[in-house]
């Protein structure tokens, strides 16, 4: 819309009461903060037709008045400057450190764990984990268009509990998080739960400590680099990107996942090449891959001594009509506006070193596990069809206007055998798990 209005063409968009200040606040970041709204009580979604129409025409009035009218930018509202330094001081250390939290999170500049504070002193022990200048951008972060500088990372960094060696970790993820393909405005400005799943390959990551075995996705000591790390890349998408709680970030129920996840591939007790290495990385090369992902399914199998097997259980995961992802293709793909990239829907799948090596036993690399699994996991049309608009479909695929003839036709979950990423990891006992993705997963180098 707000491109529309830059080229001359009035435009007016329908904004749920929940949303309005969400709207403000978007608009405000892409450059036309009087964007017309035409308010009404609750989204469209999941309305039927005449109530749908109803709320359309009581807000009529509005719509005539966006289409018409200038726009005009609203007044500056008069914001205090941000101090350079906050202090907090209490009875003693831990009152203090209570009420610095307690700001913080008032803010809403906290996850809503305690964090650590950000002291110049630990700010500066921080940059000792890279080469780079304090100053250097990293990158920029939508939806607020926030300068990721190397200081701000490492201000985020400290307050999510990192070391100097998990620095350089947060600097690629952020790095792939503003990778055009990774379409992060899609995923922050949202109402579901987006969750960047954070996965780490090569020698660096095992010096850091990335744990890839026993309970790799956390809790406890052994994790406990994996928690911080991927602590940290979400609160870097808050306090730079600005993905904030009610303010670009809309999630309806929201998801424990958010909070940090993030591991490290297996890659000692896979029988396969690292999955850095199927990305076009070197093996010896250490690398960050983000994966945006809506939650994450269960993959257990204690019976099964075949691939033919293991694969049978694993699509029962993957055929789940309810995850935006399945099917998705069928109505198109997320593309960014601007850079005209697009992204297949992809899922990641983390199988068990036990799981890995029933498949390796019988010659089964990653392409037969995927060509397997992308024959075995389908849909029939109308059940993959069910949360989807058909008039999407005829827009996206006019070619494949004869399939709702055939409701009982099997569909494939996703569009291609490679939209299924496999990596190894965790520990012994045949339990894996299934991610269900939103987009690509985008991989950049460890850079000291």
């Not at 018409?68 to 906050?86: I, K, N």
């Not at 990385?281 to 809506?294: D, G, I, K, L, P």
Request: charged share 20%; net charge negative; aromatic share 8%.
């Amino acid at each position: 819309m707000v491109e529309l209005e830059r080229r001359g063409i009035p435009t007016v968009i329908f904004t749920a009461r929940t949303f309005v200040h969400d709207a403000h606040r978007s608009a405000a970041s892409f450059g036309l903060a009087g964007l017309p709204l035409a308010v009404v009580p609750l989204p469209f979604t999941n309305q039927r037709s005449e109530d749908v129409g109803a709320m359309a025409e009581a807000a009529f009035e509005q719509v005539v008045a966006g289409l018409t009218e200038p726009v005009e930018e609203p007044a500056a509202a008069e914001r205090p400057v941000a101090e350079e330094r906050l202090r907090y001081e209490g009875e003693d250390l831990l009152d203090a450190w209570t009420r610095m939290n307690r700001d913080l999170l008032q803010r809403g500049w906290s996850d809503g764990f305690p964090l650590v504070a950000a002291t110049d002193r630990a700010v500066e022990a921080m940059l000792a984990g890279t080469r780079r200048d304090p100053r250097e951008a990293v990158a920029t972060l939508e939806p607020g268009f926030g300068i990721a500088t190397v200081e701000k990372l490492a201000i985020n960094a400290v307050m999510a509990g990192c070391g100097p060696e998990h620095l350089p970790f947060l600097l690629a993820a952020v790095r792939c998080l503003a990778e055009p393909k990774m379409y992060i405005r899609n995923k922050a400005m949202s109402t579901g739960p987006h969750a960047p799943l954070v996965l780490v390959n090569g020698p660096k990551g095992r010096v850091a400590n990335l744990n890839s075995g026993m309970c790799a996705l956390g809790p406890g000591a052994p994790s406990a680099s994996n928690t911080v790390l991927g602590r940290a890349v979400r609160l870097t998408m808050m306090n730079v990107g600005h993905t904030y709680v009610g303010v670009s970030d809309m999630d309806t129920i929201g998801s424990p996942l958010k909070y940090s996840l993030c591991c490290a591939e297996n890659e000692a007790e896979s029988p396969w090449e690292p999955y850095h290495v199927t990305r076009g990385f070197a093996r010896e090369a250490s690398t960050v891959t983000v994966h945006f992902v809506y939650g994450i399914c269960e993959l257990h199998d204690f019976k099964s001594t075949t691939p033919e097997g293991l694969i049978e259980v694993f699509a029962t995961a993957a055929n789940n009509v309810a995850q935006v992802g399945t099917g998705l293709w069928l109505i198109g793909r997320r593309a960014d506006p601007r850079s005209k990239t697009e992204e297949k829907e992809h899922n990641t799948l983390f199988i068990c070193p036990e799981h890995a090596q029933i498949f390796s036993r019988a010659g089964w690399g990653r392409p037969e596990i995927q060509a397997a699994l992308y024959r075995a996991a389908r849909l029939p049309f109308r059940t993959m069809m069910l949360n989807k608009e058909p008039k999407a479909m005829a827009i996206a695929h006019p070619e494949l206007g004869w399939m709702p003839d055939h409701p009982d036709l099997p569909v494939p979950v996703v569009e291609a055998p490679g939209c299924f990423d496999i990596a190894v990891v965790g520990a012994a006992a045949g339990r894996g798990s299934y991610f269900y993705g939103a987009g690509e997963p985008v991989t950049m180098p460890v850079e000291d």
